[in-house]
């Protein structure tokens, strides 16, 4: 059951987590560093969501928003709580709970996806309102304990943060264990996880890339539609983009700011914002940590990676990515 729901909302998770067929595959060793071993698959059937296209309209609160929620948003907020985080549709609650609007389908079935699948430790969804036919709503759930890595990290050892990106690593090897067989032609696709349209600031801020039918087509989309051929003075790329990948469910946007630890143990409390989850080259998860370039105080977070053997490195591909966001610049999709 899912925890703290009314029955409708039960079964709108249910219809949530009803978008893919999952087979898990082991990994040797996969409980190291990564909490214990996973439940077993529970077999799923596709349909195919459509996401929503439109965030909230200005600074203000949506106008649906269930006038119970508005209230407890404002309670918080009277009460001295930080009223707005990240982009500005997380809102913190009283009781240890987080309200977060306007949350697509994809992101609420990649949550509770990660959450039965794996022992990935996530947000739990404890309310869903305003439920929209395209399967977006506002949501309250819980609030992860600790702090964000990117707020400690100038006072961690080196020691410290090589301790959080191993158990990272076991986290990793979970969601990487993860297979997808769509019922639609019996091939996967590039983009979310029930093989809907994509979302990755890495492609623009449009919701609406892909999903592509083949890895083909996706390295076409981010190379601006541009034949590989145009690509001759970027040797790195053409090599990527001329080569088979298998696709991995990857979170997207694994950076500090999106992993919280215990201050005091430095154990890993939880992963969040999984809006960008879906289904990537294998090389996407390694690669987009890196996206942005390497900011002055993450060196030690950048070290630990290269020095952690759990995580494969994918440096061809980083070094191809590096020249396509070169060229990319702030708006090079549309």
């Given amino acids: 059951m899912a925890y703290g729901l009314v029955p409708r909302q039960m079964l709108v998770l249910r219809g949530l987590t009803r978008m893919f067929r999952v087979v898990l595959v082991p990994v040797a060793g996969l409980a190291v560093g990564g909490g214990p071993e996973p439940p077993a698959p529970v077999p799923l059937e596709v349909v195919q969501p459509v996401l929503v296209l439109d965030g909230l309209d200005g600074p203000d609160l949506p106008k649906s928003l269930p006038k119970r929620l508005q209230l407890r948003i404002t309670a918080s907020t009277f009460l001295g709580r930080k009223s707005r985080l990240g982009s500005g549709n997380v809102v913190v609650l009283l009781f240890g709970k987080i309200a977060k609007l306007d949350v697509p389908a994809d992101e609420l079935a990649a949550m509770e996806f990660v959450r039965t699948h794996t022992s990935i430790p996530v947000p739990r969804i404890l309310e869903i309102h305003d439920l929209q036919p395209s399967g977006s709503a506002h ?82 989309h981010i190379r601006f539609g541009e034949p590989v051929e145009d690509w001759v003075h970027e040797p790195d790329v053409m090599a990527v983009h001329q080569t088979l990948y298998t696709l991995k469910f990857t979170h997207a946007d694994i950076h500090p700011g999106n992993i919280r630890v215990d201050p005091k143990t430095y154990r890993i409390t939880g992963i969040v914002d999984w809006e960008f989850a879906g289904w990537y080259p294998e090389y996407w998860e390694y690669t987009k940590m890196f996206y942005g370039g390497e900011r002055p105080g993450y060196k030690k977070r950048v070290d630990a990676i290269e020095a952690e053997e759990g995580i494969y490195k994918y440096k061809l591909e980083r070094r191809a990515e590096a020249a396509i966001w070169l060229r990319a610049g702030p708006f090079g999709y549309t």
């Fill in 139 to 220: 949501i309250v759930m819980t609030s992860i304990p600790g702090c964000d890595v990117s707020d400690l990290l100038p006072t961690m050892t080196p020691a410290q943060v090589s301790s959080v990106i191993k158990e990272l690593a076991g986290y990793l090897k979970q969601m990487r264990s993860l297979e997808i067989t769509f019922l639609e032609g019996g091939s996967s696709k590039v983009g979310g996880v029930g093989g809907t349209k994509g979302f990755d600031h890495r492609l623009g801020s449009s919701r609406c890339w892909g999903p592509f039918a083949t890895l083909s087509e996706f390295h076409t």
